[in-house]
């Protein structure tokens, strides 16, 4: 039988992305588990990506500051949600104070 997950972002730590100062995130679950894989983000201001795409399709839901995808004018604020398919090449540009958001893989 499925049990039901819980996790609260404030218990878990932050750790550095890759040893970046401009990215750190919150591994709130794993992929291989009985849930799909979760993370809590946060990249510094200005910060942008280089473009890249992953083998499973994901959600990012913002919770503070902004982030634009790729080169495109929509600014995505707390409350926003983006999909990004699997395959699909993309880079993340965070606002003048940064961007905290949930990523949780969609397989």
């Keep these: ?12 730590p932050w750790v550095e992305y890759r040893g970046s100062d401009s990215i750190r995130f919150k591994a709130l679950s ?6 799909p894989s979760m993370q809590y983000v946060e990249y510094g201001p200005g910060y942008v990506d280089p473009v890249h795409s992953h083998d ?3 959600w990012l839901i913002v919770t503070a ?9 929509a600014v995505s604020g707390p409350g926003s949600a983006v ?7 993309y880079a ?5 104070q940064g ?6 893989v969609a397989p």
């Design 83 to 89: 999909y990004v398919p699997k395959d699909t090449p």
């Design 65 to 73: 500051g902004e982030l634009r995808m790729d080169d495109g004018e």
């Design 1 to 12: 039988m499925a049990s039901i997950f819980q996790v609260d972002e404030k218990d878990v």
């Design 30 to 35: 794993h992929l291989g588990t009985d849930v």
């Design 92 to 96: 993340i540009h965070s606002g003048e």
């Design 99 to 104: 961007v905290r958001f949930f990523r949780i």
């Design 56 to 58: 499973t399709g994901e």
